[in-house]
């Protein structure tokens, strides 16, 4: 017997769910892609996309995923040979390190070990740098881990080193605060999938004009990939370097309008709430069988969009809630997908798909006979409850 009819719940760190009003505004035939109305929605969108990362920058929009995104960027602002420093939290950062390299970069990473990094390491790093340090690279959220980097840390120990400095938001924006121009971040990377709760398909490059400047000369730069002339459109197909992503233009605004409604603080604060409510249960798990240990051991250091953890069974415990219960949880990885999994709380997630999503894996602990400590769920609404009268 299965109880998995109903809605589903997915709790994967992206794509993640799309909201109904989202999908119905993607719902359309395409229009005259020449014609004034769709030109008025994209420059909404490219003004929203602005102020949800905090910027009066620049932004330049491609088709493509956050690979994409990575790609963008670094061929705007490199060429072969320039050196990069990129701060390593979990394997997100691994594969960002090695896709820099496959670009013709001179990589240096900084191994963080899974948590977050100490700002006086990078400080020390870049006293000893002799100027040919082009940039550093951090992922705010490093979804492998669910370990949340500081980035105004991060900004204060580059101190006057002129690095710019680049990071991928692609898990962290809509769900985590990023005010780019007041931290003084030069590139932001992001997606459509994640936090911004849209299909996949889009990717955002952010850069301030000290980035566009520390570019002029990129020798890895090519027409399609070129920022400026994509920041600089005037008429919708130079946006999107070809025809437009019309579909997916109509949803992105649709959500970035949500985001809007919600305000950015409550949402902060909405990520934040589930994420202590989901660490609440896993500790409580924890307390009968020390083999169910969140990834990250320094709560500071955690992401509030994505929670990694250990659970011995973790595959058959993922597979027993997705066939069993209608839960999709996230494979582990960048460690063993056998003993752990992810947990995503990422866009458009409420505390009752979570509560929904915990009550799940719980039940699946139950079922498989994998030892766990009590009171995981109580643990949980008692946080989400301390959460409510907090932001009355
Ligand atoms: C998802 C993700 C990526 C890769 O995005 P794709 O859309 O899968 O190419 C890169 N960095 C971070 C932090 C991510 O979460």
């Not at 420059?43 to 088709?63: C, E, F, N, Q, S």
């Not at 990129?86 to 670009?103: C, E, I, Q």
């Not at 730069?221 to 019309?246: K, S």
């Not at 066939?323 to 752990?340: E, F, N, Y």
Request: proline share 6%; net charge negative; charged share 15%.
């Amino acid at each position: 017997m299965t109880l998995a009819a109903g809605h589903p719940i997915l709790a994967i760190p992206g794509p993640s769910p799309v909201p109904d009003r989202v999908l119905r505004a993607a719902h359309r035939p395409s229009p005259d892609i020449y014609g004034d109305d769709l030109a008025a929605v994209n420059h909404d969108l490219i003004a929203r996309l602005k102020w949800v990362a905090g910027t009066d920058a620049h932004v330049a929009p491609y088709i493509g995923n956050g690979h994409a995104g990575w790609e963008a960027a670094a061929a705007n602002l490199f060429s072969r040979g320039d050196a990069v420093l990129v701060l390593v939290s979990g394997y997100f950062g691994t594969l960002w390190a090695a896709h820099l390299a496959g670009m013709g970069l001179a990589v240096e990473t900084m191994d963080c070990a899974g948590t977050a990094l100490d700002p006086a390491r990078l400080a020390d790093r870049l006293a000893r740098d002799d100027g040919s340090i082009r940039a550093v690279m951090v992922c705010q959220t490093d979804t492998a881990t669910g370990v949340r980097s500081d980035v105004t840390a991060i900004r204060a120990a580059m101190g006057d080193h002129p690095a710019l400095l680049v990071v991928d938001a692609i898990a962290a924006l809509g769900c985590a605060p990023m005010q780019m121009d007041a931290w003084g971040v030069d590139v932001v990377i992001a997606a459509s999938q994640k936090g911004l709760m849209s299909p996949p398909g889009t990717a955002f490059v952010w850069f301030s004009d000290r980035a566009a400047q520390a570019g002029a000369g990129a020798g890895l730069r090519t027409p399609y990939w070129d920022w400026g002339a994509r920041a600089q459109a005037q008429a919708l197909w130079q946006f999107w370097g070809g025809t437009p992503p019309v579909q997916q233009i109509f949803a992105l605004r649709e959500a970035l309008t949500m985001i809007a409604e919600e305000t950015l603080p409550t949402r902060w604060a909405r990520h934040e709430a589930l994420a202590r409510a989901t660490w609440a249960a896993f500790d409580a798990w924890g307390q009968g069988n020390p083999a169910i240990a969140l990834a990250v051991a320094d709560a500071g250091a955690r992401a509030p969009s994505v929670t990694a953890a250990h659970v011995p069974g973790a595959e058959a415990l993922r597979a027993y809630t997705a066939t069993q219960m209608g839960v999709t949880l996230g494979i582990g990885i960048g460690a063993d997908p056998a003993t752990a999994l992810r947990v995503a709380h990422m866009g458009h997630c409420n505390a009752a798909m979570l509560l929904a999503t915990l009550g799940a894996m719980q039940t699946a602990m139950a079922a498989l006979g994998i030892a766990h400590g009590p009171g995981a769920i109580e643990a949980a609404c008692a946080a989400l409850a301390r959460h409510g009268l907090s932001s009355l």
